[in-house]
């Protein structure tokens, strides 16, 4: 990228998609680029701008607490008879995972500390 600076100079937040776009194009070229470089500092500024689009006009809503709970057991190779200890017993573990029976706090508490689920997805339910 021969003109760094001036890109850097013309850096603003990003209120377009065509903004966006352009941004994200840019970034695609310096994805590659050295470590403690210009074109490095240039990358981390453009991905804080597009990063705060995105979380503005692209917000991604907290993971069903089952469907994160089903994908950690198959993450980590768990059967359901694994889950017995978080949920109290068998039919539970059936009960919550087929939508049955909600999760209650001290489940909640057990999957997070057991299985490292967030809170935040655990509760979205």
Known sequence: MNNLEQIKSELKPVHSDQEYRK???????LVDCAENSPEEELLELL??????YE????????PD?????????????L????????FGSASRVSEVLN???PLTLEMIRKL????????????AG
């Not at 607490?65 to 190779?77: C, H």
């Not at 059967?79 to 978080?86: G, N, T, V, W």
């Not at 997070?112 to 509760?123: C, Q, V």
């Open 47 to 52: 991905s804080i701008l597009v990063e705060d």
């Open 99 to 101: 939508r049955k029976r």
């Open 65 to 77: 607490p089952v469907e994160a709970i089903k994908l950690r057991i198959e993450e980590q190779g």
């Open 55 to 62: 979380l503005k006009h692209y917000p991604i809503e907290p």
């Open 79 to 86: 059967k359901r008879k694994d889950l017995i200890s978080y």
């Open 112 to 123: 997070h500390r057991g299985l490292g689920i967030s809170a935040e997805t655990l509760l």
């Open 23 to 29: 941004y994200l194009s840019i970034i695609d070229t």
